[in-house]
């Protein structure tokens, strides 16, 4: 039987693009499987947006993603791609982080080299860790690991040292063994084209879509052609959420009843087909009057 973490291996030896939308919950995990997608991508901008709301600045901790991986890979078999930031740490942190994310069924794990405290990719602001100290993470990352997850190694050096800078680190970081590089918030599609130019070819490539953010928006498509291996929207679910809800509740407010709303949301049989209810009740029954027989030793 095929391991996620091989499956998300095979699905980005492809020639088509993987795409990942960003969740921060297993419903929304279970929700991008049933929409087709084969992947998924655990935002860390999205679990503070959402569990805490407040802003991507580093407030997240690794045991607050550790917790939500697992319930996420509890309820779908989906790879799933977790940003781990920084790794929370230095190379030490990084090596527990690895372990723990495995354990709690990471298929790739996502590491910057920014400083603390950490923000959004595309803030202004950022921090670079010098070059050695990020080669020691990754090479920890890749001791750590026992499973077979992916070591994706995240440059936001553009906002800090410049482009050029930016390539060379994405270099030392192939060099050091990561298994998929990330240079983040290009600012456009010329500069994708030239990390793409630089890397296609040699090690897989991300990009990540971020709506209002610093790079182009581009289409799957588009990227693919540029010669990117995944496309994660890390924050688009939890934007169209917080759009909908706040008219939602602009909607509740006005007319004292979800009435007006109720063909734009699910009902109560509605969702529970969703989330497999009957069929986890019936799952529950098989067991229930069971006899426990006793006997003597």
Not at 19 to 44: H, K, T
Not at 220 to 245: K, M, N, T, W
């Amino acid at each position: 039987m095929t391991s996620s973490h091989q499956h998300l291996r095979q699905l980005l030896a492809h020639d088509a693009i993987l795409v990942a939308p960003g969740i921060y919950d297993a419903l929304g995990a279970l929700l991008a499987g049933r929409a087709g997608f084969a992947a998924a991508y655990l935002s860390g901008a999205s679990i503070a947006y959402t569990r805490f709301g407040r802003p991507d600045i580093g407030l997240v901790g690794m045991s607050e993603v550790a917790a939500t991986l697992s319930a996420v890979k509890e309820r779908v078999d989906l790879p799933v791609i977790v940003d781990a930031d920084t790794g929370f740490g230095n190379a030490l942190n990084v090596m527990r982080t690895v372990q723990l994310f495995e354990r709690n069924g990471a298929d790739a794990i996502q590491i910057e080299d920014q400083g603390f405290p950490k923000r959004c990719g595309h803030l202004t602001g950022k921090t670079v860790v010098p070059v050695g100290e990020m080669v020691g993470k990754i090479k920890a990352a890749l001791d750590a690991r026992r499973d077979g997850a992916l070591i994706i190694a995240r440059t936001d050096a553009i906002a800090v040292e410049g482009f050029d800078a930016a390539l060379d680190r994405a270099e030392a970081y192939r060099e050091a063994g990561a298994d998929m590089l990330f240079v983040e918030a290009p600012q456009s599609r010329d500069d994708m084209a030239r990390v793409a130019e630089r890397f296609g070819g040699r090690i897989p490539l991300m990009a990540n879509m971020v709506e209002g953010g610093r790079t182009p928006d581009l289409t799957a498509d588009e990227l693919q052609a540029l010669g990117y291996s995944l496309a994660i929207f890390p924050g688009g679910l939890v934007r169209a959420f917080a759009r909908l809800a706040e008219e939602y509740f602009a909607s509740l407010q006005a007319s004292g009843s979800t009435a007006p709303f109720r063909n734009r949301m699910y009902d109560f049989n509605g969702l529970n087909d969703v989330l497999g209810t009957a069929d986890m009740l019936a799952t529950g029954e098989r067991y229930d009057g069971e006899l426990i027989s006793g006997g003597e030793d």
